[in-house]
């Protein structure tokens, strides 16, 4: 099959090739001009061979940010291994419009082993080029679309969060909120507001299940506490309250039930009073500045929007100066670690217990930096309320 | 990974569902897919089989609020059936100790079923 090398159909076969490959081919001297280039390549270009031949260098066929590109990667890669490879350059044509190509490259040698030129086969990459900036379009139209999603999500949220804590007078307040994800809106809720007569409601909750149905009940809960809250303060008639309205929202036979605690602040001589309802929420931490940390378990409260007659439980707590009282969603407490190992309200205690703070906002800093070792997967709420421990020292 | 079953038999007491593995928000879907084709008579007990169940977040304590809602729709009973330590743990903090049947199988769930015999 093989014809034979005398053939005398051969030289010319090889040269007619050569001149009329469907591919650019060019030799170029060791210092980069150009000694023998074939006509297809001449045609892509546009231009003369007597242009060519002698006069110019490969590099001055290329784009500028090709000549650069060749200049650190290409010559070099060449002189280094002999070879380069499928490398995707833009050469200019003679009327200036530019053609993507795929460049490969070979130095010959001489029998000594000295680098006597440079080989180079041009491909033609305008199909493959407009492959890639296709791939790319949709790669950037997919992102924006991400984006779009993540900002309607964060927009979202946010409505559902209070935008800053205000200001109460000898306390200190913070709250920190972990998202699970970018994409969804989470069902994890608090707030903080001013009643009548100097004293405040705050709550914290924490709705079953994620995304849109989510979304709609814990913006349901927010502004329903909110609005119970100033009609009748009393914690467990706010979660009564509560409770009758997402009983009266079940639309579809998939339960969508929150649990929450709800807080009344009542500033007192020497600190605050404060008296709490549980529906089916993990029990809030008490930080004593002098004392061992405490979960204020309120037994027997449920959870809230599951049962027409769910009974909530109170208990009353009075904070003195650099206690802190710190509410949380079971994003905390149910946090999954990276050995699958529940971390419990227990162990929150006892790591309360470990913890040299005094203040709210070093508690709520203390407590997201355990989250964050965590590796959660759920999204996260804290809430913290403490007395200020310097009079000297308020703003 | 979140590795998660549900499996549904039809005996004469009424169905019996089987949740094994992970039970959290995103196999809860699942399982209330599970739940919603159950078809309890009146008088039926559904029972569901807990043993193998190892992690239950809220989004399953909602499923199991699920199955109470259809077996009481239904006028038919519901009872747990091995319900874990972390499940009892689970339901206590949400103030639901006490409200379901539990029993240690399924067996002597249907067995304690006043009208087990009827099918």
């Known amino acids: 099959m093989i014809r034979q090398a005398g053939d005398p159909r051969e030289g010319e076969n090889f040269a007619d090739l050569y001149e009329h490959a469907p591919c650019g081919y060019l030799s170029t001297s060791m210092d980069g001009t150009i000694t023998k280039v074939n006509g297809t390549l001449l045609g892509w270009l546009g231009i003369g061979r007597d242009e060519l031949v002698g006069r110019r260098r490969f590099a001055d066929l290329l784009s500028v940010g090709g000549r650069i590109y060749h200049e650190t990667h290409f010559a070099p890669m060449l002189r280094m291994h002999g070879e380069a490879g499928g490398i995707a350059l833009e050469l200019v044509r003679a009327d200036g419009t530019r053609l993507p190509v795929l460049v490969s490259s070979t130095v010959k040698t001489s029998a000594n082993g000295d680098a006597e030129l440079i080989r180079t086969t041009v491909f033609d990459a305008h199909d493959r080029r407009s492959y890639e900036q296709e791939l790319l379009r949709a790669l950037q139209e997919a992102e924006q679309e991400r984006d779009r999603v993540q900002l309607l999500a964060t927009t979202l949220q946010r409505t559902l969060l209070p935008p800053s804590l205000p200001h109460i007078p000898g306390m200190d307040v913070a709250a920190y909120y972990h998202p699970a994800s970018a994409d969804e809106v989470g069902g994890d809720f608090y707030d903080l507001f001013p009643l009548a007569d100097g ?18 009940v814990t913006s349901l809960a927010r502004y329903t506490l909110r609005a119970a809250a100033v009609y009748d303060p009393h914690p467990v008639a706010v979660l009564e309250h509560l409770n009758t309205v997402l009983i009266q929202e079940q639309i579809s036979t998939t339960p969508r039930f929150c649990t929450a605690i709800h807080g009344l602040l009542e500033p007192a001589e020497g600190g605050a009073t404060i008296t ?51 509410l949380y969603s079971d994003g905390l407490t149910e946090a999954r670690t990276h050995d699958r190992v529940r971390y419990d309200e227990e162990e929150l205690r006892d790591f309360a217990d470990t913890l040299d703070v005094s203040s709210a906002t070093e508690t709520v ?27 000297e020292g308020r703003s | 990974m979140t590795e998660f079953t549900v499996v549904t038999r039809d005996t004469p007491a009424g169905p019996v569902l089987e949740l094994t593995g992970d039970l959290d928000a995103v196999t809860a879907p699942l399982a209330l897919q599970a739940v919603e084709a159950l078809t309890p008579r009146a008088g039926q007990q559904v029972v569901v089989e807990l043993t193998g169940l190892r992690f239950c977040d809220s989004s399953g304590i909602s499923t199991l609020i699920a199955v109470h809602n259809l077996a ?48």
């Open chain 2, 72 to 119: 009481h729709a239904a006028d038919a009973g519901i009872a747990l059936a091995g319900v874990p330590r972390h499940l009892t743990r689970t339901l206590a903090l949400v103030g639901l100790d006490g409200f379901f049947v539990t029993h240690l199988t399924a067996a002597q769930a249907q067995a304690a079923w006043p009208e087990a015999t009827g099918g």
């Open chain 1, 276 to 326: 709490l309802a549980s529906g089916g929420h993990p029990p809030a931490l008490l930080i004593r500045h002098d004392g061992p940390a405490e979960l204020l378990t309120a037994q027997g409260g449920q959870l809230i929007g599951a049962l027409p007659d769910a009974r909530f439980v109170e208990l009353q707590v009075h904070l003195r100066p650099g206690d802190t009282l710190l």
């Open chain 1, 365 to 391: 800093a203390a407590v997201s930096q355990l989250l964050a070792g965590f590796g959660v997967d759920d999204d996260t709420a804290l809430l913290a309320l403490s007395v200020r421990l310097d009079e």
């Open chain 1, 199 to 216: 004293t405040w409601a705050f709550f914290l909750g924490d709705v079953s299940g994620k995304g849109a149905e989510a979304a709609v």
